[in-house]
């Protein structure tokens, strides 16, 4: 987080359809780094309503203080009440595609807590 406290996120979706094609998500932000323990700093049901295969979608909340220069961990899971499969897009070295141009090296993606070689697709305000 740079310039002001983080108070919203966009990401770049996939879902199968038909469509609508709706999917409940557990959304939760941790701080992290420096000396203390990473401690969550917000956690929130969210219910994305795709309307095609391929959309953005932006999280917006209160922004959290004291995030401003700091780093900050976003984890999203499908809710714990049952969601649908969907796919959050980024970019990744495949066999297709060999090289992979890391646009944010600061960052990283995880799936299943395993560290990828992968920029996650996000904008952040």
């Known amino acids: ?11 770049m979706f ?10 409940s998500l557990l959304v939760t932000f941790h701080r992290v780094g420096g000396p203390q323990e990473p ?5 929130f ?6 309307e095609e295969r391929t959309q ?10 004291g995030t401003v220069g700091g780093q900050v961990l976003m984890e999203i899971r499908g ?8 796919q959050l897009l ?5 066999a297709e595609v060999p090289r992979f141009d890391d646009t944010y090296p600061a960052g ?5 807590k395993q560290a990828q070689e992968a920029d996650l697709y996000f904008v952040t305000y």
Do not use: I, M, S
């Open 1 to 11: 987080v740079e310039d002001f406290d983080l108070g919203a996120v966009e990401l």
């Open 14 to 23: 996939r879902g199968p359809g038909p469509f609508p094609y709706p999917v």
């Open 39 to 43: 401690r969550q700093l917000l956690q």
């Open 45 to 50: 049901p969210f219910r994305v309503v795709l």
């Open 56 to 65: 953005k979608v932006r999280f917006n909340f209160q922004p959290l203080a």
């Open 79 to 86: 809710h714990p009440d049952g969601t649908r499969p969907f």
């Open 90 to 94: 980024w970019n990744k070295a495949t």
């Open 108 to 112: 990283r993606a995880y799936l299943d």
